[in-house]
């Protein structure tokens, strides 16, 4: 009777633990897409600024 008994507490054990390997996962996963977007937002804003750049040397050249 001890043998089983070990068994399905074993058996909990590991599914405890994938549990909370799941959860560090998705916790790590959520703030991956965090610097994702943040990122994303930082390239659009530096391409913002270098068309602006781009654009007001392009003036500067066409009115010499």
Known sequence: MF???FAVAMGFAGL???AV???RVFLEARLLGRQVTESARRIDRAA???ERAAASAARA???L
Do not use: E, G, R, Y
């Open 3 to 5: 043998w089983p008994m």
């Open 16 to 18: 405890a633990v994938l």
């Open 21 to 23: 390997f799941a959860v």
């Open 48 to 50: 913002q600024d270098l």
């Open 61 to 63: 050249v066409d009115t």
